[in-house]
């Protein structure tokens, strides 16, 4: 009995952080078609999430991958800095994609950082289309 | 008014809550007395914050705002607090060092600390990581009873 009620309680509650979780990227990708972007593809967001730009000061390629590292299941590290990097992949770490604020302002600093400019409406949607996937 | 001596030996302890999640979450939160105001305004700068020792660290206007006073408020120029009265007269030709480790008090308390123990040390890896050997840095205590190296154990003088 004691058994099948805590069962309940973690459905309930597995439940509820899948709805926070879709809450997020639901409400940004519906902002950024409201500034007219969209569809958005996964397959995009994984093409650009490995694309290499160069940064003109260090000379250096820089790609998401250069800080995330290939495997979003595992910690990354900071390229330049070494902070380690909590997993990025929702599946291992459920506290990802649930934060607009903390998603802003994090996309803000990764796109400049990375590509030298702010991304897209487009990008953003599609770099989330992917993310929530893993 | 604070007349005990005890608690004014060190620097005053942090507890904003924006500046402990903002900074925090990516480095140890440094109490603003490590440094001076003129150092503090010169990390928090807009631009400056762009590239913040390799890292976009920028924050929104309101946020920046809000950690760029507390900082420069209790800064260490402005404290009372011993440990943070020393770092100030002990600052020379450079009065705004970026990093708390360049000021001349900081170099001098640690450059007999030999790399093995910080900079070659796994677990350790930088003198910017100052909880990694002071225990109750986040309390903003730093004498040496508090201070036991990782994977060296305490440290004596």
């Known amino acids: ?134 | 008014m604070n007349l005990s001596c005890k608690r004014l030996n060190e620097v005053i302890p942090v507890t904003d809550e924006t500046y402990l999640e903002e900074c925090g979450s990516c480095h140890f939160a440094y109490q603003p007395g490590l440094l001076p105001e003129a150092s503090w305004r010169k990390l928090m700068d807009a631009a400056a914050l762009e590239d913040h020792f390799g890292d976009n660290a920028e924050l929104d206007e309101e946020v920046r705002l809000h950690i760029e006073e507390l900082l420069v408020n209790a800064s260490a120029d402005k404290s009372h607090y011993k440990r943070s009265k020393k770092i100030t007269a002990s600052l020379r030709e450079d009065k705004a060092p970026l990093r708390i480790i360049d000021t001349p008090y900081m170099k001098d308390k640690h450059d007999e600390i030999p790399a093995n123990l910080v900079k070659d040390n796994p677990k350790v890896k930088s003198l910017s990581q100052c909880d990694k050997c002071h225990h109750k840095a986040d309390q903003g205590i730093y004498d040496d009873d508090t201070v036991a190296i990782p994977g060296h154990g305490n440290w004596t003088w």
């Not at chain 1, 950082?113 to 487009?122: F, I, P, S, V």
């Open chain 1, 1 to 134: 009995m004691k058994s099948g009620f805590a069962r309940v309680i973690a459905v309930v509650l597995f439940m509820m952080a899948a709805q926070v979780h879709a809450g997020a990227v639901d409400t940004l990708q519906q902002e950024y078609i409201a500034a007219g972007a969209g569809p958005f593809s996964a397959a995009k967001g994984k093409e650009m999430w490995i694309e290499k730009h160069l940064d003109a000061e260090s000379g250096k390629q820089r790609n998401c991958q250069s800080c995330h590292t290939e495997d979003l299941s595992k910690p990354g590290k900071h390229a330049k800095t070494g902070k380690v990097i909590e997993p990025l992949a929702p599946s291992v770490n459920n506290e990802r994609l649930t934060d607009i604020k903390f998603i802003n302002k994090w996309f803000k600093r990764n796109c400049k950082w990375t590509l030298g400019r702010e991304c897209t409406a487009q990008e953003k949607g599609d770099f989330l289309e992917y993310l929530r996937g893993l």
